[in-house]
C-alpha cells in the first residue's frame, strides 16, 4: 500500500528516504533500550529489592504490549491476560518437570500454546462476530475457567500451594540483574515487533478496521485474518513473558496469574498510558511501580485507588497519558510555528 | 437428591433476582454494572452495621435497601452520565470500564474499613418441611421473599402503565421517545430498583449463609453468568436462568466437585454466548 502511495523516485533516494523513516520510527525504542540499560548501574545499583520491582514492571510492560496489540490495535477485549501468561508458565513449568525437555523447549511450548489459545479465542469471537462487549464476557469467563481449572487440577498444578520450578530457576532467582536484563530485552524485542506490524501492510489493515470495520471490510480488508493475526502475536508476547517469569521467580501459583492481579493491573497501565499507542504500556507500568510502591501497605487502599485512577482516566484522559501530553505540546508548539511537528506514535 | 434439589432452587431465586438486577440496567442502554456485586455487598454491611446498633432486623433491612438504592441512583446521576451520552459499542466499553473502577471504589473502601465485615441474618425456628425435605426457615423465607419479589415485577413489567413504558424504552429509545416517554426519568427508576433488588438480594442470600466483605466479584460474576444466560434484558429470562443455573450449581456441587461446578457453569455462559446470544428467552 505504502509503495503504491509514495511517488516514485530514484531507487537511492528512495532507499535513503525509507532508511530515515525506519531510523525515525525505531528512535523511541532505541530510547527506551538505552534508558533500561542505563538504570541499573546509575540507579539501583545492586539492591535486589528495588531490581526485583523493576523486573515486575517490565514484565508488566511486556503483558501490556500484548494487550495492546491485541485490543489497542484491533479492539478485540481480551479479558484473559493474566489466562494467557497462565498457559504460558504452567505450559512451561509443567512441561519441564514432567519431562526431561529443557526449560528452553518447556518456555517454547508454553508461548506457543498461549498463541494458538490466543487465536482460538479470536476465531472464535470473530467467527460469531461477537462485538466488544462479548468478546470481554467470554475472555473473561474464559479466565474465571481457567483459574478454576488450576485449582481443581491438584496433581498437575499443586492448587493453592503452587508449583515450584527447580531446574534453571536457580540461576535466573539468584541473578535479578540477569533478570532485569532478561526481561528488558524481552521488552525491547515486543517494542519492535509491535512497530514493525504498525508500519507494515498489518498496521494499515489494523488502522483501518479499528476506525470503521464495515469500511476496512469493504476496501478489501480480511478484517478476521487481521484480527486474529494481532490476538496470535499479541497471546505469544504475554505468553512468552508469563513463561520466563516462572522462571525467573522460581514459584507460581494461580494468584501469580489470578484476573485481579494480572488484567485489572494490565488494563489501567494500558489505558493510563494510551491504547493503541507504542510506549504507552511502558509509561503505563513505569508509573505504575512507583503507585505500587507507595501503595503496598496496604491492598484494600490500592483497591481504592485503581478505582478512582480508571474512573479519572476514563472520564478526563480519554485517549490516555501520552496522548494527552503530545496533544498539548502540539498545541504549545502550533501558537509559535503553525503546524504540529510531533505526531503521537499511534498515526 | 431432593434436598440438593431444594437448595439448589433456594440459590437459584437469590441469583434470579441478581440477573434481573443487572439485566434491567443493560437493557436500558447496554451498560453492564460491573459494580452490582459490590452494591450488594454493601447493602450487606449497612445492614449489619445498623443490626449491631440493636435495631431490629427488619428496620435494618429497610436501611440496607434504603443504602444500595441510594448508590445506585448516586451512579446513575454522578457516573454513568457522561456514559450515556457515548453511542454504541463506545458507550459499552466505558460503562463497562466505569463501572469496574466504581466496583474497585465500593469493594476497596468496604474492605478497608470493615476487612471482617459480614451479614448473616438468623432466622429461627424449626425446619418446615417440603416434599419430604425439611428445609430450614431462612431459607424459606429467602425463597418467598425471592417469589413475592419477582411476582410483583413481572406484574408492573406486564400490567403498570408505567413498567410498560420502561419495558418500552428497552425496546426502543428514540420510540419510546417519540410518544412521550422520558428515558431519563425511566432510566432513574430502574437504577432505583436495580439497586432495590441488590439489597433485598443481599438480605436472602445471608439467611442462608453468611454474605462477607469480598463476595462482591463473585456476586458479579455470578450476575452476568445468570443475565447471559437467561437473555440481556429479560426479566423473565433471568428468572428461569437463575433457577436453572442454581439448580446445576447444586446438583453438580454435590456430586462432581466445586471447581468443575464453577467451570461447568462458566461453559455454560460461553456456550450461550456462542450458540443463542440472545439467551433462553432474549428478544
Known sequence: ?347 | MRAVVLDGIVLGLALGLLGVGMTLVYGLGGVINLAYGQIVVLGAIVTSLVMDEGVSTVLAALVGVSATVGVAVLLDLTLLRPVYRQHGEERILMGLLLTLGAAFVIGGLLTWRYPIGALFVNVSGEPVSIVGVPLARGSVWASVIALVVAAVLLLFFGVTTFGRGIRSVIQDETGSRLVGINPSLVRKVVFALSGALAGIVAITYSMSAPLTVNAGFELTTFALIVTVVGGLGSVAGAFLAGVLLGIVNAVSAHYIGQYITTIILLGTAALTLLVRPRGLLGR
Not at chain 1, 64 to 91: E, K, W
Not at chain 1, 187 to 216: K, M, N, P, T, Y
Request: aromatic share 12%; net charge positive.
Open chain 1, 1 to 347: 500500500m505504502r509503495a503504491t502511495a509514495e511517488p516514485a523516485g530514484s531507487t537511492p533516494r528512495r532507499s535513503a528516504r525509507v532508511a530515515g523513516y525506519a531510523w525515525r520510527a525505531l528512535l523511541p525504542i532505541a530510547a527506551v533500550a538505552a534508558i533500561l540499560a542505563v538504570l541499573p548501574p546509575l540507579w539501583f545499583g545492586d539492591s535486589p529489592f528495588t531490581t526485583s520491582l523493576a523486573v515486575k514492571a517490565l514484565v508488566f510492560a511486556s503483558y501490556g504490549i500484548g494487550f495492546n496489540l491485541i485490543f489497542g490495535s484491533t479492539n478485540q477485549l481480551f479479558l484473559c491476560v493474566g489466562a494467557l501468561a497462565g498457559i504460558g508458565g504452567y505450559g512451561a513449568a509443567i512441561l519441564s518437570d514432567r519431562t526431561s525437555l529443557s526449560i528452553w523447549a518447556g518456555i517454547a511450548v508454553g508461548t506457543a500454546s498461549a498463541a494458538i489459545v490466543g487465536g482460538l479465542l479470536s476465531w472464535i469471537a470473530v467467527r460469531r462476530s461477537l462485538g466488544v462487549i462479548f468478546t470481554g464476557i467470554v475472555t473473561l469467563v474464559f479466565s474465571l475457567a481457567f483459574a478454576n481449572l488450576l485449582l481443581g487440577q491438584r496433581d498437575l498444578t499443586g492448587a493453592e500451594t503452587g508449583l515450584v520450578l527447580t531446574d534453571g530457576a536457580v540461576k535466573l532467582a539468584d541473578d535479578r540483574v540477569a533478570a532485569y536484563y532478561l526481561f528488558a530485552g524481552v521488552l525491547v524485542g515486543c517494542l519492535i515487533v509491535f512497530r514493525v506490524l504498525q508500519l507494515s501492510h498489518i498496521g494499515w489493515a489494523f488502522r483501518g478496521l479499528r476506525d470503521d470495520e464495515v469500511a476496512a471490510e469493504l476496501a478489501g480488508v480480511d478484517v478476521a485474518r487481521y484480527r486474529i493475526y494481532a490476538a496470535t502475536v499479541g497471546s505469544a508476547m504475554i505468553g512468552l513473558t508469563g513463561a520466563l517469569y516462572a522462571y525467573s521467580v522460581g514459584f507460581i501459583q494461580p494468584a501469580t496469574y489470578a484476573f485481579d492481579q494480572v488484567d485489572v493491573r494490565v488494563l489501567v497501565l494500558t489505558a493510563f498510558g494510551g491504547l493503541g499507542t507504542l510506549l504507552g504500556p511502558v509509561i503505563g507500568a513505569a508509573v505504575f511501580a512507583f503507585v505500587d510502591e507507595e501503595l503496598s501497605s496496604s491492598l484494600e487502599l490500592r483497591e481504592l485507588f485503581y478505582g478512582i485512577f480508571v474512573i479519572s482516566i476514563f472520564l478526563f484522559f480519554r485517549r490516555g497519558v501520552v496522548q494527552t501530553v503530545v496533544g498539548l505540546f502540539n498545541r504549545a508548539l502550533a501558537r509559535g510555528r503553525g503546524k504540529p511537528t510531533l505526531q503521537p506514535s499511534r498515526e
